[in-house]
Structure formats: structure tokens, C-alpha cells
């Protein structure tokens, strides 16, 4: 058998490799790319992976494999990069590991204690918060990323669809953001799968909407490459009646192939009618000690550890060799020499589905006793275990073989320490899965658990903990739920208010405040109000936070002063500093931003002390934030630059550190200094920003193409972000993203879609919270919309008279300037962007109705330099010209507001808003005193145009088109064919990102680059 397998050469595959290597040119050329490679079981998936690792290795790259477990209950968390970074650390000299691992040594000696280098460096147990979990994933990043600076690095990860819920987390962030990166992810997946492993398959879909993402099926053998691989496994052509008897019963399956051939001992006699026949009877060939070796190696998995076989079956090792030899000879195990560098045993099952069959022969009771003996001499193995050796076995896989041996009393010990292992690498679903298991184990083992001093309470409260921070919000709720019911109030109501305190977290955290409300006023009546305690302190704290959010800025102090005050006495500096933030951000709000800044910076020292890096990075950006909320831009600015520093320091630069690269890119916009927000909004997006960081950098840089008139890369960048966040159930930025939205369907005539932004908008605003500052934007930009569209026509003293649909279009419109206002309320006081808001909005409205008023747009024009916003600004000027221009006012008026307008548009770069300027300087024929030698045709509409991309051809179809001629028409004109100019306009719709003409001529119109010569014969 084995002279059958030994003989075995790869068989065709050429399509799939051909993929794989062009993959990894594109990565080669620092594009990250990744590939999935697709197929039922047996269908060779291993193999192709293997052989493209040995040609990639050829060409230069370094190749690193590992293997997700196919055990779901025993699931060690991050498993397959456990195994990559193990081989690498065992693969690089010492003197080089301290480059390779970076700063984060320590932190990563979670996954891997022997690289420790003394018993110190072990790090403490793991702090429960997100961020924990983000500077985790972000240093295994950075290893990632030093490698392939050498050279282009190739991660192949097998079996993913066995992958735990915190190796999804891991891969998808590794994907992402490795996407600029010479890295090449390779990722095998078994289609054909049941149970658990099924959604796994939500991890594929998910990354398959990636664009650097692609996907490879592995589909059956044809007859030529059936024949080719009969032919290598027998050293003889076959006829072609066996190829057609081997095709017809393997369906082309590989694995099937040499299965049904290893049974046919060189096909000389009948071939089974099943498959499962097959690898049954060849099993049944082996002898009765071979047999008995499989039966029991198929209880412990796929890997077979030949010591730990010898101890559980107490056989001498020269007994059990001799059985493994049998099996290897068979076909049924085979070594894994061929793969140097792994861990663990060197011999395994071929394949699955051997190891399957095998399990399946096991009768229950037989199946219980290997599996308590299998735990026993684990639990052996991990006593005697001492550093610098062997891995220790994971307490996941003792508590699954007590489980699977029906022993609740021995299970519940390792399965605690399984789930405190978890935590420690913040793998937060699985610690989830454990504690709640360890609960149930604790229920149905009492004794056990009261001789390891568990309480069955405490079990749900820590599974509750895991599941709210693994993002399991209706089981954290049922947990705590369970937990508080276990508790006698009277006999322990501090333990009560605690839990109830628990249980405030857990339903805020799912969206439902007002349950959260009454958990935390419920813990609140718990705690003696006369005795200072930590409970107490935090109880108060959140609801001071609460109350913050539902916008009673006065409750919210006046608790967070209480939560402040017992804190310090109980000295809980965690506390403190959390009031402290909440009574710094009321305060600013409330019109003392100086004061609420000083409590706030306060509050992130003690944050700091604490060493707290979900405290420092919350510290940071909830600083910019509140700065940026208040409309204190130049301080946004800078704390978000100082904010980002520290993140890179706590190795979170692509999660908080992201977050704070947006509110630098937003200040930046804001504040004029659009070539800086360029900047460094391409750097966050170059870095890898993940989730609500990739958001929020995105809105704010669409926001910045959209006004120089990069309107198709905008609306690639608001597709992405608006992806991202539906993916994530709608962020915190879910208002700017609508604001971002509305500017460009503003910019290029789309008012449906304005329309449809808007009812989205409202609905939002509804929501309880405090209401967003973009909220008043995005109604500025709504009724902007809307003014435009209505443009040129009589005012009317009834506009909705007469339209039912207008009649409900403008109330929608008061709504929202209504929201608007109430947004800008909070801002108004101290705050110079609020009244130019409001102001803008007031003169906007009027516009809408037909009101010409030069002053309300000076005084907004006012406004907004005041408050240092030139872009806004110079909108308003520009406006101010039309009023005055259209009521007949003085041209010097109308002369200085609209080349106050262009200096500050070109000073921008502001490409759209620089040719409505310019075409009304053209109507009303005023000099704007701009040198406009450099603009094609003089015409003006030379730097719009090549904002948007279009050529000077493009630029004179495009006037055309706006003035409603055809193809035909224009292809006369021009002396070019008609397919030419078709194709003119063709590339004129996808550089202005609009699905026909009407909209081509509507952007044109808007920025200046429409013509006014009629088509020809309609001017009779």
C-alpha cells in the first residue's frame, strides 16, 4: 500500500495554481491579496496548498503553514497562528527574536510562554475590555508585517471552517489590514461540512466582499486527470474501462480515487459499490492489535501522539509502533515528515474521513473509558509539565475528554482553568462557551464545585462578562439574569447590587437603555447610600453616564460629582476617573468647556496612572471628541495627534489609533488645511484602519474628495464605509456618514437620494441620545438640496398648494431644520460653529422659499469665519453674490463676495464649488481678478474639469450634453463619429459617477460646465 501512496505525483491542478501564483505576484508587488481555496473533502485542497508552498518557497518567499482545530469543544483559541508563530520563533535565532517580536515580546508570550524570557516577563492575568484584545491582534500585525518587509510572506491556514469564533476575529482583521502589505493569506476550506463548523462559512462570505479577496473552487478530477493519476499510483497506464469504472464510482473525488484503487490491491478484482464500504474493510483488514490501536488514536483526533497512546492502551512502545507501522503501510496513517517544523506527533490519519469511520466503530461505553483515560494521562502530562519544554496540554482538551467520559466532577476543574486560558489571550467567545459550560458543570456536580470554591452565581457572571465583550449581548443578558436569581437579596445584597450593577453593562451594551436604567437604579436602592463602597461609586458613575446620553447634562453632574466623591473615598481611582469624564463632558456641554476640560484631562491621569490601555485609548479619544463636539477644532487637532502617538505606543494605532486619524482628518477639513487632511487620512486607510476607525477616516476623507471634485473616489470610500457599518450594526458615525452621503448626491443632482438620506436621517435622529452635530450639517445640506432643485422658478406664498408630494417633502424639511436646531442648541453657547450653523440653515430655509437675502448670507459668511471654517465660509460669500446679483444690488457688493468666494475656493482646492463661482461671475459678468491663463479656452472650467478627470474633449461633449444634444448630434458638430462620441460620453458618466445623461447634464449645470448653444433646428 505504502509503495502505492509513495508513488503518487501531483495531477493536474494547473487552473488553481496558475490563480495562486498570479495571487502572489500581485502581493509580491505590495498589494495583499488572499485566496480562498474551496472544495468538499478529499477533493485535494492539502495537496494543491502544499505544492504551491514548495514553488512559492522557490521563488523567494517565505511560507508559513498552520492547521485550525477540528475539535469544536476542545478548540484552543487562535490555534492556527499559534502553530505559524511557534514554528517561527523556533525557526529564528535568538539574537534576531527580539526585532522579529518587536515591542510586544511579553504581551505575545500569552500565546507563547517559552518565549519568556524569564518567569517575570509572563504576563499578569488579562485585563477584560476590547482594547486588550485589539493590541493583541495588532502586535501579531506587526510581526506579520516585519516579515514581509525581507520578503513577500505566504500564510496558509488549513480547515478553516473548523476556525473558533476569536481565529475568525484574528483572520479577518489579519486580511484587512495586511491589505498593503507583500503578505499572501491562503486559506483551505471543506465545504461539505455539518453542524458548528457551518457557520464558519459566514466568515468566507464576509471576506469574500473583501477586494483583495478571491476565491478558488477545487472541483472534481475529469477523465484525462482520473487516468493521469490511476496510471501514477499503479506505475501503468489503466484501460479505460477501469478510468471509467473509477469515475463513474468517485465522482472525480481524488481521495475516493486512490481509496478505491488501495481496495482493489492494483484493480484486479471488483471495485465496492460505496465508498464508506471501502474504508471500512480496508480498516477491518489490519490486525486485531492495529485495529485497536486506530479505534482508541480515533478518540483522541486526527494527530496521533504515540506516547500518550502507549500510556492510555498501556502498551510497550515497541507493541504500538509495530501497529502504527501496520496502519502507515496500509494507507491509513501516514507520516508527516513532509511537513518539518510542525508540532506535535509525526504520524496522522491520511485523511478525515479515515479517522471518521474509525470513530464511528466505537460503541459509547468504549468511547467514555478512552476518554477518561486519554483526560487522566493528560492531567499527568500537564503536572509534570516545567518551562522551556514541550507545550503543555491545553486544560481545553482535558476538560473535552471529561466532558465526552460523562464526568462532570473531573470536567469542571480543567474546564475553569480552560476558560481563565482564554481569557488570558483575550479569546473572549470561547471563554464565553467555557465559563457557561463550567455553570452547567457546577449544576450538575455540586460537591465538585463546592470543593473548588465555585459558586455557580460567579461562574454566570464571568460568562456573561465573555459573551457582552465577545459582542453575545442576549446571552450576557440571560446569564446575568440567572446569576441574580441564584442570590438571596437579604442574606447578600451587596453581592445583589453588583450583579445588578453586571447586568446595567450587559443591556446597554445591547441597545436597551431604558432596561439599563432600571438595572442600575435597582443596584443603586441595593447599595447603603450612608456607606462608601467601590459598588456604590461605580453604580453611581454609570448612571451619571446615562443620564449623559439621554441629554440631562444636569443629572449627569450632579451624580458623577456623588460617583466622584465616594470613590475618593474608598479610593477607587478606576471610578473617579470615569466620573470625572462624564462630569468633564456635561460641564462643556452645559456652556463651562474650560472647566469640563480641566475635570476631563483630570480623569485621563488617572487613567494613565492605572497603566489601563482600554482607560488611556477611551481617554484619548473620547478628549478629541468632546473637543471636536464643541467645536474647538485647533485643540481637536491636537489632541488627536498627541492621542495617536500614545496609541502607537499601546500597540492599538489601528483600532483607537484609527479612530483618532479621523478626528484629525475632520479638523483638518474643517479647519482649511485640506492638503494635511489628505494626508493623513490616506496614512490611517495605508495602516490598515479596521472597522469603525476604517468608518470614520473614510466619511471624513469622501467628504474632502467630494468637495474638490473627486466625486467617483468619493463615492467608492462612502460605498466602503457604509458597508462597514451596516456589517457592524450602525457606529456612532452613522450621522456623519449620512452627512458625507447627502454632499455628494448634492454635488451630483442625485435629490432622490438626498431624499432618501434624509428620512434616514430622522428616523435617527429620533433616537434617544444626545444629537449629533452632523445632524445639522446633513440639514443644511438636505435644504440645500432642495433650494437647488427648486433654483430659477417664482416664489410662491404657498409653495405646496398645489403638489402633495412638495407639501410633504417640505414638512420633512422642517423636521429636519428642526433637528437641526435642537442639535446646535447645545453648541450655541461659546461656540461660534453653532450660531454659523444655525445661521446657515435659517438662510437656506429662506432660499428655499424664494427669499432673496444678502444679508443673512453676509452674516453667515461672517459667521463662519469667525469660527474659523473657510470652506462654509466661502460657500456663503458665494451665495451673498447671488442674492445680491439677483436683486439688483450694487456690483461692487456683488464683485467682492464673489471673489472673496473664489480666493477661497481655489485656495482649497475646492474644484465644484470654484465653478459655480465662476459660472456666476460669467452670468452676471464680473471680473474676479484671477489670472486665468492656465485654464483651457479661458473659459474657467479648466481646474474643475480636471478635478473630476475630464479631458478637454470630454469637457466640450459634456457642454453639449447638458444642452440636450444627441449623439448624433454632437458627433456633426465635432466631426468625429457617432460611436465616438458614444464612447465620450460613456467614460463622461463613469468619471461623474451618474447612471445617464439627465444626471451628466445636472453636474455640469451645478459646477459651471454646462454649454448654451442649442442642438441644432431647435432654435425656431
Not at 442570590?487 to 447590587?497: F, N, Q, T
Not at 458613575?541 to 458623577?560: K, P, S
Request: with cysteine.
Amino acid at each position: 500500500m505504502t509503495e502505492l501512496l509513495e508513488r503518487r505525483s501531483f495531477i493536474g491542478r494547473g487552473v488553481e495554481l496558475q490563480r495562486l501564483h498570479a495571487a502572489l505576484r500581485e502581493a509580491t508587488a505590495g498589494t495583499g491579496r488572499a485566496v480562498i481555496v474551496a472544495g468538499e473533502a478529499g477533493i485535494g485542497k492539502s495537496r494543491l496548498l502544499d505544492q504551491f508552498a514548495e514553488a512559492a518557497a522557490e521563488e523567494g518567499a517565505l511560507v508559513l503553514q498552520g492547521a485550525c482545530v477540528e475539535t469544536a469543544d476542545g478548540t484552543v483559541p487562535y490555534a492556527p497562528f499559534v502553530e505559524i508563530l511557534r514554528d517561527l520563533v523556533r525557526a529564528t535565532p535568538s539574537e534576531r527574536l527580539p526585532a522579529l517580536l518587536g515591542p510586544g515580546r511579553a504581551e505575545l508570550a500569552r500565546l507563547l510562554p517559552e518565549i519568556a524570557l524569564r518567569a517575570a516577563d509572563v504576563p499578569p492575568p488579562a485585563e477584560l475590555d476590547r482594547a486588550a484584545q485589539a493590541r493583541l491582534f495588532e502586535l501579531i500585525l506587526g510581526v506579520f508585517e516585519r516579515l514581509a518587509v525581507a520578503r513577500p510572506l505566504v500564510l496558509e491556514v488549513e480547515d478553516v471552517h473548523a476556525a473558533d469564533r476569536s481565529t475568525r476575529e484574528l483572520l479577518a482583521f489579519l486580511v484587512r489590514a495586511l491589505r498593503d502589505d507583500r503578505v499572501l493569506f491562503v486559506l483551505a476550506l471543506r465545504i461539505d461540512t455539518q453542524g458548528a463548523a457551518v457557520g464558519n462559512l459566514s466568515l468566507v462570505a464576509e471576506l469574500e466582499r473583501e477586494a483583495q479577496v478571491e476565491r478558488v473552487d477545487v472541483g472534481p478530477f475529469g477523465r484525462d486527470e482520473v487516468e493521469a493519476q490511476v496510471a501514477s499510483l499503479l506505475d501503468a497506464p489503466p484501460d479505460a474501462d477501469t478510468v471509467d469504472r473509477l469515475l463513474g464510482r468517485s465522482d472525480g473525488n481524488p481521495f475516493y480515487v486512490e481509496e478505491l484503487v488501495l481496495a482493489g490491491g492494483g484493480l484486479d478484482g471488483d471495485l465496492p459499490p460505496v465508498l464508506r464500504d471501502v474504508l471500512v474493510a480496508r480498516i477491518a483488514s489490519l490486525s486485531e492489535p492495529a485495529h485497536g490501536v486506530l479505534r482508541a488514536a480515533a478518540a483522541a483526533g486526527r494527530r496521533i501522539d504515540d506516547e500518550l497512546l502507549a500510556g492510555v492502551l498501556e502498551l510497550p512502545i515497541r507493541t504500538l509502533a509495530a501497529a502504527l507501522r501496520e496502519a502507515v503501510e496500509s494507507g491509513i496513517l501516514v507520516r508527516r515528515s513532509d511537513r518539518p517544523g510542525r508540532d506535535g506527533p509525526a504520524v496522522e490519519f491520511r485523511h478525515a474521513l479515515l479517522q471518521e469511520v474509525v470513530q464511528d466503530e466505537l460503541f459509547p461505553a468504549e468511547r467514555m473509558a478512552l476518554h477518561a483515560s486519554f483526560a487522566a494521562a493528560l492531567e499527568a502530562r500537564a503536572a509534570a509539565w516545567t518551562p522551556g519544554g514541550e507545550p503543555a496540554p491545553p486544560p481545553a482538551e482535558i476538560a473535552r475528554h471529561w466532558d465526552a467520559a460523562r464526568r462532570p466532577d473531573r470536567a469542571l476543574g480543567p474546564t475553569t482553568t480552560a476558560a481563565e486560558a482564554a481569557e488570558h489571550v483575550y479569546a473572549f467567545p470561547e471563554a464565553h462557551r467555557l465559563w457557561a459550560r463550567a455553570a452547567a458543570l457546577a449544576a450538575a456536580a455540586p460537591e465538585a464545585a463546592t470543593a473548588l470554591g465555585l459558586a455557580r452565581d460567579t461562574l454566570m457572571e464571568r460568562a456573561a462578562d465573555a459573551a457582552v465583550l465577545a459582542g453575545a449581548y442576549r446571552e450576557a443578558i440571560e446569564l446575568g439574569g440567572a446569576a441574580i436569581a441564584l442570590v438571596d437579596l437579604e442574606a447578600d445584597p451587596a453581592r445583589a447590587a453588583h450583579l445588578h450593577d453586571r447586568l446595567r453593562w450587559y443591556r446597554w451594551e445591547a441597545g436597551d437603555r431604558r432596561a439599563a436604567v432600571e438595572s442600575v437604579e435597582a443596584a443603586l436602592r441595593l447599595f447603603p447610600s450612608d456607606v462608601p463602597s467601590v459598588g456604590r461609586a461605580r453604580a453611581l458613575a454609570h448612571h451619571a453616564g446615562i443620564l449623559l446620553y439621554a441629554g440631562d447634562y444636569d443629572g449627569a453632574a450632579a451624580d458623577a460629582r456623588a460617583a466622584i466623591e465616594v470613590a475618593r473615598a474608598v479610593d477607587s481611582p478606576g471610578e473617579e476617573a470615569f466620573a470625572l469624564g462624564v462630569l468633564g463632558w456635561s460641564l462643556a456641554v452645559l456652556g463651562d468647556p474650560d472647566a469640563g476640560l480641566d475635570r476631563f484631562r483630570e480623569g485621563q491621569a488617572i487613567a494613565e496612572r492605572l497603566g489601563s490601555v482600554e482607560g488611556i485609548a477611551l481617554a484619548t479619544f473620547n478628549l478629541a471628541s468632546l473637543l471636536d463636539r464643541i467645536g474647538r477644532s485647533e485643540a481637536s487637532l491636537a489632541a488627536a495627534a498627541e492621542g495617536y502617538a500614545t496609541t502607537e505606543r499601546l500597540g492599538v494605532a489601528r483600532t483607537y489609533g484609527g479612530l483618532l486619524l479621523g478626528f484629525r482628518t475632520k479638523a483638518e477639513f474643517s479647519l482649511g488645511r485640506w492638503d494635511d487632511a489628505d494626508a493623513t487620512s490616506a496614512l490611517g486607510l495605508r495602516r490598515g484602519a479596521t472597522d469603525r476607525a476604517e468608518v470614520w477616516i473614510s466619511t471624513n476623507r469622501a467628504r474632502l474628495l467630494t468637495a474638490r471634485g473627486r466625486f467617483a473616489d468619493a463615492a467608492r470610500l462612502l460605498r466602503r464605509a457604509r458597508e462597514v457599518d451596516d456589517r457592524l450594526g450602525g457606529t456612532e458615525f452613522r450621522s456623519p456618514l449620512l452627512a458625507a452621503e447627502a454632499e455628494l448626491a448634492m454635488w451630483q443632482g442625485r435629490l432622490a437620494d438626498v431624499r432618501t438620506i434624509a428620512t434616514e436621517a430622522i428616523r435617527l435622529g429620533q433616537k434617544p441620545g444626545p444629537p449629533d452635530p452632523s445632524l445639522a450639517w446633513l440639514a443644511a445640506t438636505i435644504i440645500r438640496a432642495e433650494a437647488d432643485a427648486r433654483a430659477g422658478g417664482a416664489p410662491r406664498r404657498s409653495p405646496a398648494a398645489d403638489d402633495p408630494r412638495l407639501a410633504e417633502m417640505l414638512a420633512q424639511i422642517d423636521r429636519a431644520a428642526e433637528l437641526a436646531a435642537t442639535t446646535t442648541r447645545e453648541l450655541l453657547e461659546g461656540s461660534p460653529r453653532g450660531w454659523a450653523l444655525l445661521s446657515l440653515i435659517q438662510a437656506e430655509r429662506a432660499r428655499l422659499l424664494g427669499a432673496k437675502d444678502p444679508e443673512a448670507w453676509a452674516r453667515t459668511a461672517d459667521a463662519w469665519t469667525a469660527a474659523g471654517r473657510p470652506y462654509p465660509a466661502a460657500y456663503a460669500r458665494y451665495r451673498e453674490g447671488a442674492a445680491v446679483l439677483a436683486a439688483g444690488g450694487a456690483r461692487t457688493t456683488v464683485t467682492a463676495a464673489l471673489r472673496a468666494a473664489a480666493d477661497g475656493a481655489r485656495a482649497l482646492g475646492a474644484a465644484p464649488l470654484l465653478g459655480l463661482v465662476e459660472q456666476l461671475a460669467r452670468h452676471g459678468r464680473i471680473d474676479l481678478g484671477a489670472d486665468r491663463t492656465d485654464r483651457p479656452g479661458g473659459d474657467g472650467d479648466g481646474r474643475t474639469a480636471s478635478a473630476l478627470g475630464l479631458t478637454e474633449r470630454e469637457v466640450e461633449v459634456l457642454g453639449l450634453v447638458a444642452a440636450g444634444w444627441t449623439n448624433q448630434q454632437i458627433a456633426d458638430a465635432l466631426y468625429i463619429t457617432r460611436k465616438t462620441a458614444s464612447v465620450h460620453v460613456s467614460n463622461i458618466l463613469a468619471k461623474l459617477e451618474v447612471d445617464h445623461r439627465t444626471g451628466a447634464a445636472a453636474v455640469a449645470h451645478r459646477l459651471g460646465l454646462a454649454g448654451n448653444r442649442p442642438p441644432p433646428g431647435s432654435e425656431a
